[in-house]
């Protein structure tokens, strides 16, 4: 059973800086998109930032220029590096990846606080 496991986050003070982890238990080289996501309280889960096997990477406009997300492949790991936090990036964070069969994996969710 592929599992995500993430690690980081936390509380932060406004402007500060975060940065999450997640690390699969499969090879992450066939793995086309990873991603991360996010989920306010009373919100919906929203996308936050994709990285592709191409080097590819995409990003919500709330978080253009202020958020990096990368990928390690030798380490099966994706990671989100949050700048210049906000109030309103106070969420639970998810990582995310589509498996070879088709089947949608999750991280088990770490809570980002940004305190102001």
């Known amino acids: 059973q592929v599992q995500l496991v993430q690690s980081g986050g936390g509380l932060v003070q406004v402007g500060g800086s975060l940065r999450l982890s997640c690390a699969a238990s499969?090879?992450?080289?066939?793995?086309?998109?990873m991603s991360w996501h996010r989920q306010a309280p009373g919100n919906q889960r929203e996308l936050v930032a994709t990285a592709t096997s191409g080097g590819s990477t995409n990003y919500a406009d709330s978080v253009k220029g202020r958020f990096t997300i990368s990928r390690d492949n030798a380490k099966n790991t994706v990671y989100l590096q949050m700048d210049s936090l906000k109030p309103e990036d106070t969420a639970v964070y998810y990582c995310?990846?589509?498996?070879?069969?088709?089947?949608?994996?999750w991280g088990q969710g770490t809570q980002v606080t940004v305190s102001s």
């Open positions: 499969l090879s992450v080289f066939g793995i086309n998109v």
């Open positions: 995310n990846i589509v498996g070879p069969g088709g089947g949608i994996y």
